[in-house]
Nanobody, 126 residues
Framework: VQLQASGGGLVQTGGSLRLSCAASGRTLGGSDIGWFRQVPGKEREFVGRITWSTGNTNYADSVKGRFAISRDNTKNLVYLQMSSLKPEDSAVYYC????????????????????WGQGTQVTVSS
C-alpha cells in the first residue's frame, strides 16, 4: 500500500483544516487507516483511526469532538477534518495503514501500522 498525505498548512487558532490521505496499491478491506502526529523530540502520537470496512472511528481524547475522520471508498481517500485548532495541534501529520484491531492498546500503537505516508506539516498560530 502506498499512502500520500496532503492538505497541511498554516492556520490560526480556532481555524479548520482538512487533511487527505490517498491510498493506492491494494484494496483496503480489512485495514485501518490511522492518523498520527509528531513534533520534534517527541514520540509519534495517535490522533485517530478509521476501519475501512465499517467506517468505525476512534479518536485520542485530545482531539475528540474537534477532529473527524471519514473515507471515500470510491476514491480510496481518507480525510482528517480538524476544527477548533489549537497551537498544540501543530505537528507533522502522518497517515498509516495497518491491520484492524479492536483494542486501543493496538490501534493506537504506531508500531502496528505497516505502511506510512510521508507526512504533512500543520502549524497553528496563536
Amino acid at each position: 500500500v502506498q499512502l500520500q498525505a496532503s492538505g497541511g498548512g498554516l492556520v490560526q487558532t480556532g481555524g479548520s483544516l482538512r487533511l487527505s490521505c490517498a491510498a493506492s496499491g491494494r484494496t483496503l478491506g480489512g485495514s485501518d487507516i490511522g492518523w498520527f502526529r509528531q513534533v520534534p523530540g517527541k514520540e509519534r502520537e495517535f490522533v485517530g483511526r478509521i476501519t475501512w470496512s465499517t467506517g468505525n472511528t476512534n479518536y485520542a481524547d485530545s482531539v475528540k469532538g474537534r477532529f473527524a475522520i471519514s473515507r471515500d471508498n470510491t476514491k480510496n481517500l481518507v480525510y482528517l477534518q480538524m476544527s477548533s485548532l489549537k497551537p498544540e495541534d501543530s505537528a507533522v501529520y502522518y497517515c498509516a495503514a495497518g491491520k484492524t484491531y479492536y483494542s486501543k492498546l493496538y490501534y493506537a500503537d504506531s508500531s502496528k501500522y505497516n505502511y506510512w505516508g510521508q507526512g504533512t506539516q500543520v502549524t497553528v498560530s496563536s
